[in-house]
């Protein structure tokens, strides 16, 4: 969970860069959109999965890992979906932290609608 953490995170990062760099008004706006909902995701997974089981200790500087940034957000999108999909059939997992990760990937699929229209 820690590292769809580190996923989510870099994906905001990512997109936030796109936002920066692009002179277009409408693909600005788009970005700022494919942000949207991932600082709510990260601290539900937080609180949820980690700080209810006094895990608290696991939160790190790495948090953002420069390292998964990319600048294709098609491609992060696919990768977090992918991600998600493998937790899901996590057997560890409970019932709140399965339906999260379905929440969460709900909503990548739309993000990854929308971050097919900046190519």
């Known amino acids: 969970?820690?590292?769809?953490?580190?996923?989510?995170?870099?994906?905001?990062?990512?997109s936030k860069i796109n936002h920066w760099s692009t002179d277009s008004y409408s693909e600005h706006l788009l970005y700022d959109r494919l942000t949207q909902d991932i600082d709510t995701f990260v601290d539900d997974i937080a609180e949820s999965h980690f700080m209810s089981?006094?895990?608290?200790?696991?939160?790190?500087?790495?948090?953002?890992?420069a390292k998964l940034i990319n600048k294709n957000l098609v491609k992060?999108?696919?990768?977090?979906i992918e991600y998600l999909e493998k937790l899901?059939?996590?057997?560890?997992?409970?019932?709140?932290?399965?339906?999260?990760?379905?929440?969460i990937e709900s909503a990548f699929l739309g993000k990854l609608a929308?971050?097919?229209?900046t190519k």
């Open 1 to 14: 969970m820690y590292t769809l953490m580190q996923h989510l995170v870099a994906f905001k990062y990512a």
């Open 53 to 65: 089981q006094n895990k608290k200790d696991i939160f790190k500087p790495d948090l953002l890992n």
């Open 76 to 80: 992060m999108c696919e990768t977090i």
């Open 88 to 103: 899901q059939n996590d057997n560890d997992l409970n019932e709140g932290d399965l339906s999260l990760l379905g929440d």
């Open 114 to 117: 929308l971050a097919k229209l």
